[in-house]
């Protein structure tokens, strides 16, 4: 099968460290700022950033609608941090989370933490988290896959996957070849 297709929105934050980390996992990536840009996607990624300052990309360039009908068609998406809340009740309005902004507290109070995962091999991931939002509550359909003192950092809820920390900035592919894996099985799903 040929690469996946990935792509990454691109309005700000920290788009480029998961282009590199895809890349590194032999994916084709698009940085998408356009409706245009989500064409022909097996997958798509909401990196951290400002959420605010996002959501005033995705009005301006119109996304909000596409990336909802994208979601809907099952493509496979990853949010982390501010991705994360992006997809929530308030904000997308596709992932039945709300997310609490800044949940840990200013960047004086980033911090890393280990973190076990089910679905992950190996040792613990080594979770960066920066200004992070954690999920104040949830649906029945989502299943939480870590937490930090009782708060549900990472979760999924069908082909999407969000995390509260940055997996990118780290050597570790686990999570992220995780999310390739999802990719290549939806895209393999959609050529039959």
């Known amino acids: 099968m040929d690469a996946p297709l990935i792509g990454v929105l691109a309005l700000q934050g920290g ?7 895809l890349d590194e996992l032999g994916s084709r990536v698009r940085e998408v700022r356009t409706p245009g840009d989500l064409e022909g996607l097996d997958g798509l990624v909401l990196p951290g950033g400002e959420s605010t ?34 997809l ?5 309005g596709v992932m039945d989370i709300v997310a609490r902004r800044n949940a840990f507290g200013r960047q004086l109070h980033s911090f890393e933490e280990d973190l076990d995962f ?3 091999d190996g040792p613990p991931v080594r979770a960066v988290f920066i200004r992070a939002p954690w999920i104040e509550e949830h649906g029945p359909a989502v299943q939480v896959l870590a937490q930090v003192d009782g708060h549900p950092v990472a979760a999924r809820q069908g082909e999407l996957l969000v995390l509260a920390f940055h997996p990118e900035l780290g050597d570790d592919h686990r999570l992220h070849a995780l999310f ?13």
């Open 118 to 120: 089910a679905d992950l």
């Open 180 to 192: 390739v894996e999802r990719v290549r099985a939806f895209s393999a799903g959609q050529s039959e």
């Open 53 to 86: 300052t996002m959501t005033l990309g995705i009005d301006r360039e119109g996304l909000a609608q596409p990336l909802r009908e994208l979601v809907a068609r099952g493509t496979p998406v990853l949010g982390t941090c501010a991705g994360l809340i992006l």
């Open 88 to 92: 929530d009740r308030g904000h997308l």
């Open 15 to 21: 788009f480029a460290a998961h282009t590199r980390m």
